[in-house]
């Protein structure tokens, strides 16, 4: 889609500066902890749902709820319209109740909406939740200059596909950021000692093998998506210090969520693509700076909450 004649001229964000945010993903695991981060700097904020029965959740955490679906581009259009926002963040994802196959078509036709959604507005700055385990393979972490694993066989291929389309869209905007994420851990992820791998530890040894990991507390994640308003164009890749291999971080993670110790692997054979990410852009030159360094300390402190009994109750 070409930008009307009519467009406004994209705004310059500068920090301080009090914007409008269209938040798509906004009753996720990650738009539940942005959204009072983002009316706590001054931001106002419109949280897309498609579920009306999240309203009131959406206006206590400080957000004018919207409800439509990624999926119709009409009323999706109208209401970023509505909200005339500075910027539009982009963290859907398809993985409550779907699959990756779900979660790929989601990135591909639901950005497409978005993107031509805030066109349609005049936005001057798309933000979108990409992932950091997309990229070809390699011996080292990879930055982000590294190409997207497009070679992949499947059912990889269909998620690097999604993911690439979903950048690739991103880009159209006059200011973009691509925000490119380890393996979310913490509170209301699967990473946790309610979620769904301790599950999967528990009911049987995870295997600890030489593949390689990045991995980002989700409230880092949350504060980079925040931090991003005002970065410059580009990918970033939001990870933790210490890419590990497998070896290292499962029985970490099995001490933290209560499972029995991991199978340790036979084989030293890494899927040449499962190499981890290198966050030195976010660190040196943007300034990031994670409250969990990496995720020994990370899974440390899900193991003091666990023993002191807390219940999955909402963000933190
Ligand atoms: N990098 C990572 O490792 C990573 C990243 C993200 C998630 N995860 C994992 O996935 C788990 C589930 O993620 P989640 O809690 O964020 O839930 P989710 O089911 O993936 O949904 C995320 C958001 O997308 C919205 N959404 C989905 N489809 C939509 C559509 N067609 N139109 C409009 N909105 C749509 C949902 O809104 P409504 O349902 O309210 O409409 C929700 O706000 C997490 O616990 C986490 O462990 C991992």
Known sequence: MSRGANQKEPLEQKEGMSMRIFLAGSTGVLGRRIIPLLTSHGHEVTALTRR????SMLRSLGARPAVADAFEPVSLAAAVKLAAPDVLMHQLTDLTSGTSASNAILRARGTRHLVDAAHGAGVGRVIS????????????????????DLGADEPRLTTIRGIAALEQMTQEAPQWVVLRFGILYGPDTWYEPRGSKAA??????????????????????????????????????????????????????C?????????????????????????????????????????????????????QGATRSGPQ
């Open 52 to 55: 009306s029965e999240q309203a």
């Open 129 to 148: 939740q990409s992932i950091a385990w997309a990229y070809a393979a390699g011996c080292k972490p990879a930055a982000e200059e590294i190409p997207l």
């Open 200 to 253: 999967e530890a528990r009911a049987g040894p995870l295997l600890a093998d030489d593949n390689v990991s990045s991995f980002v507390h989700v409230d880092d994640a949350a504060a980079a998506s925040v931090q991003a308003l005002t970065w410059p164009s580009g990918p970033v890749n939001i990870c933790d210090d210490e890419p590990a291999a497998g070896r290292l971080w499962v029985p970490e993670f």
């Open 255 to 307: 001490r933290a969520v209560g499972a029995a110790m991991p199978a340790a692997s036979n084989s030293s054979a890494r899927e040449p693509w499962a190499r981890g990410a290198d966050n030195r852009h976010a660190r040196t030159h943007l300034a990031w700076s994670p409250r969990f360094p990496s995720w020994r300390q990370g899974f440390d402190a899900m193991r003091h909450r666990a023993g």
